[in-house]
């Protein structure tokens, strides 16, 4: 099974919102990502998790904030979020930062008003 | 400087048309190439891992080739549900995947 799972699939909030993304899998692996993906553009990482420790965090605004309780789950708060902010959330897990297939989740439609 | 780029932007394919995606990369040290599919507002899929030049994978109608510059993603007799943005990406230094832009496929019944 190399299934990721998500929540929610669409989310719309306004600006002055805080909301929390999840991320799930089950797979024992301990690296886990976030990326964020605009229409018609590749996915571009934002953070990344090796051993439930913040890895690499790639000069995101701090209106995004990452948490892992534990190897299985990741969340990513938002606070204050702009309407650029508007894009496709996804999530992805992979064996080690330096080894294995990244498996990507469904992602979550985020839409700032 | 790590790179990834793919062509074409968009093919677009009569089904049974068999054709070819490109993806060429400069990195110093290939850690892996990923092939994935995606579907408009969904994950990625993935498809292939590609370690080392001359290595080959399949798939249903999809074959994935590697060379010391570049993969090729061959579709032979796509049908329509073949139609999708496949994506090309490569591990770096870092661990972490440089992706190509894309390249947008359509297969007309």
């Known amino acids: 099974d190399t299934e990721v799972t998500q929540t929610p699939k669409h989310l719309v909030m306004g600006m002055t919102n805080k909301k929390s993304l999840k991320c799930e899998q089950h797979?024992?692996?301990?690296?886990m990502y976030w990326y964020k993906q605009k229409a018609k553009k590749p996915p571009e990482l934002m953070f990344v998790?090796?051993?439930?420790?913040?890895?690499i965090n790639e000069s995101v605004p701090s209106r995004f904030s990452p948490e892992c309780p534990n190897s299985s789950l990741l969340n990513l708060h938002l606070h204050a979020l702009q309407p650029e902010d508007s894009a496709l959330y996804l999530c992805?897990?992979?064996?080690?930062?330096?080894?294995?297939?990244?498996?990507f989740g469904p992602g979550t439609r985020l839409t700032v008003l | 400087e790590d790179q990834v780029t793919q062509s074409p932007e968009a093919l677009r394919l009569q089904e049974g048309e068999s054709s070819s995606l490109n993806c060429s990369y400069t990195?110093?040290?290939?850690?892996?190439l990923f092939w994935y599919r995606q579907d408009p507002g969904k994950g990625p899929e993935f498809l292939f891992t590609?370690?080392?030049a001359g290595e080959e994978k399949e798939k249903e109608r999809l074959k994935a080739t590697l060379t010391k510059k570049e993969s090729f993603l061959h579709i032979t007799a796509p049908k329509p549900e073949d139609s999708a943005t496949y994506l090309c990406?490569?591990?770096?230094?870092?661990?972490?995947?440089?992706f190509g832009a894309g390249t947008q496929v359509v297969v007309t019944p």
């Open positions: 998790y090796s051993y439930e420790k913040l890895s």
């Open positions: 590609l370690y080392s």
């Open positions: 797979m024992g692996h301990r690296a």
């Open positions: 990406a490569v591990r770096d230094s870092w661990g972490k995947l440089q």
């Open positions: 990195v110093s040290g290939l850690r892996g």
């Open positions: 992805a897990s992979s064996q080690g930062m330096e080894e294995g297939t990244q498996y």
